[in-house]
């Protein structure tokens, strides 16, 4: 799995056949506690996006949320204002130059005959650096089915949440500075892999979809990182490792404020090696797992 894929939507985990893998009514992901004498923070690993009628915000993890004095997710303005000048201020290339002038000729090639062969454009993406293209083929089948950001589970954390302060980890721009920063030979490679992976995302995210709806966050780490031979090591530190380990040091030092705090961030940075738990154990600082 690519972990740029990871990073921007494979935590989305919705397509076509999302309706199967999470065909239960009650789904019952995975939820972790750390808490010390006077502060409790809930770690909670989310879906972006999910089709309607899902039900998972009951037992501990709607008692958690209804507990806690304050929301923090990953970003705010996922969608909004905020985000489309941040996209445009770090998306497009300079004056004159083209995506498709970047590649070489195998490359150009490539992605021209797969933007013919899903009747797209050929020049859709011209204006636009390759990581953005990344990002925007990656997430394509799930918008193409009509999902969105409002059926997912930030959406209604914030809903719940709505009487509660709610912070975030990281801006709109720092996320996109994550992909924007990376070398653009790393970008290339990057769309490259969407392109010759594109057919088998769906599969890969009805797998995935399952873990996270029965809350096996064992399988799911599995399913993450089966394929991590074949990822770039650096996107991998980049757009996941690097990131754990800035939230684990923030859990770190939200332990020394007394009070209780829900923390919802995409479920690939609760599991496995490396995950934010991990980091956290390395430090001495136990997450219990509650469901």
Not at 43 to 62: E, N, Q, R, S
Not at 138 to 154: A, M, N, T, Y
Not at 214 to 221: K, N, S
Request: charged share 20%; hydrophobic share 45%.
């Amino acid at each position: 799995m690519i972990p740029a894929f990871r990073f921007l939507a494979a935590a989305w985990l919705a397509l076509a056949p999302l309706q199967v893998a999470l065909g239960q009514e009650v789904l019952h992901p995975a939820l972790w506690k750390v808490q010390d004498e006077d502060t409790t923070i809930w770690l909670f690993g989310t879906v972006h996006m999910l089709p309607p009628g899902k039900d998972w915000l009951t037992g501990p993890i709607a008692q958690a949320v209804d507990g806690s004095a304050e929301l923090v997710t990953e970003v705010l303005d996922p969608s909004g204002a905020q985000t489309q000048a941040a996209l445009l201020e770090r998306a497009m290339l300079p004056p004159r130059r083209t995506l498709r002038g970047l590649m070489r000729p195998g490359q150009r090639a490539a992605f021209e005959a797969f933007m013919k062969s899903h009747g797209l454009p050929l020049q859709a993406f011209d204006r636009y650096k390759p990581w953005y293209a990344a990002v925007v083929l990656s997430s394509l089948p799930l918008l193409q089915q009509g999902f969105s950001v409002r059926h997912g589970v930030e959406t209604a954390l914030e809903q719940r949440a709505a009487d509660r302060p709610h912070g975030a980890l990281e801006s709109v721009d720092q996320q996109l500075s994550l992909l924007d920063g990376l070398p653009r030979g790393v970008q290339l490679r990057y769309l490259a892999e969407v392109i010759s992976e594109y057919d088998t995302i769906p599969a890969e995210v009805e797998k995935m979809a399952l873990a996270w709806g029965t809350g096996d966050a064992e399988g799911l780490a599995r399913l993450i990182n089966e394929d991590e031979g074949k990822d770039d090591p650096l996107l991998t530190d980049v757009l996941i490792l690097r990131r754990n380990r800035a939230w684990a040091d923030w859990v770190r030092q939200r332990l020394k404020q007394p009070g209780t705090v829900f923390v919802a961030v995409g479920a690939g940075h609760l599991a496995g090696s490396g995950s934010v738990q991990d980091v956290l154990a390395k430090s001495g600082i136990a997450a219990a797992r509650v469901q």
